[in-house]
């Protein structure tokens, strides 16, 4: 029997390690890459808990040099088996620009993360899915990807260009039998870096537990493919959906 593998990019303590413990949970063999193996090393419990008899690895690659992470994804794959999912979950820094102060190499740096770091490990997943005729491909996002932003652009670039590549993957590579989403997360999630950020004024009720998160991506690997989403939105129910 064929060992069910979940592989994560961009797997750390918050979204990524409830991601590693759900898939583990329904038992998947987690494969986890990050920068650095401390950058995983929460997640990596969390499967290992979950799943204490699976399979788990943990793979270096940085997300934003496309060549080393695709080069490093088909060498997780060779040695640990095609993925039934993938997720691209990388994180990046908010760093509040007006439009004109952006830099060539700050834009250079969004656009390798969000959007070229994407299509190196499509370049790496895809075909191997397509000789399975099946597979699920999510990639984290936010409502950035629907507007733009005077005082946050470079994220809002960068989620635009990641929505334009996960709908393009989508129509070319669904009816092969891969199920290709864009999930936009449009709260505030509850993760240790917003709670030490945010300090008094963190609101628990305001933001989307990671768990509950993580939930829906696998509700989303499990839809029939008569009725895929390509496209998801979550947030908390306190969420006014607009500032």
């Not at 993925?83 to 007006?98: A, C, S, V």
């Not at 092969?176 to 609101?203: E, N, Q, S």
Request: proline residues 4%.
């Amino acid at each position: 029997m064929r060992k069910k593998v979940c592989l994560i990019v961009g797997a750390g303590q918050g979204l990524g390690r409830a991601l590693a413990q759900k898939f583990a949970t329904e038992g998947y063999h987690l494969n986890l890459v990050s920068r650095t193996l401390s950058g995983s090393q929460i997640a990596l419990k969390a499967a290992h808990s979950a799943f204490p008899g699976g399979d788990h690895r943990h793979v270096t690659a940085d997300a934003t040099k496309p060549e080393e992470l695709e080069k490093t994804l088909a060498e997780a794959v060779a040695s640990h088996g095609t993925p039934e999912i993938f997720i691209y979950n990388p994180r990046g820094g908010y760093q509040l620009r007006d439009p004109l102060q952006i830099s060539y190499a700050e834009m250079n740096d969004t656009l390798n993360l969000e959007v070229v770091g994407a299509l190196a490990s499509a370049k790496a997943i895809i075909p191997e899915m397509l000789d399975n005729k099946k597979g699920t491909i999510i990639f984290s996002s936010a409502t950035a990807a629907f507007r733009g932003s005077a005082t946050n652009p470079l994220y809002s670039i960068g989620k635009f260009g990641l929505r334009g590549l996960s709908q393009s993957l989508a129509k070319a590579y669904s009816a092969k039998g891969l199920h290709i989403a864009h999930v936009r997360l449009d709260c505030t999630l509850d993760v240790p870096d917003i709670r030490d950020w945010m300090g008094d004024t963190f609101k628990i009720k305001e933001t989307s537990n990671v768990d509950d998160v993580a939930q829906s991506y696998w509700w989303l690997h499990q839809q029939p493919r008569s009725a895929w989403s390509n496209e998801l939105e979550l947030r908390p129910y306190s969420e006014n959906w607009t500032f």
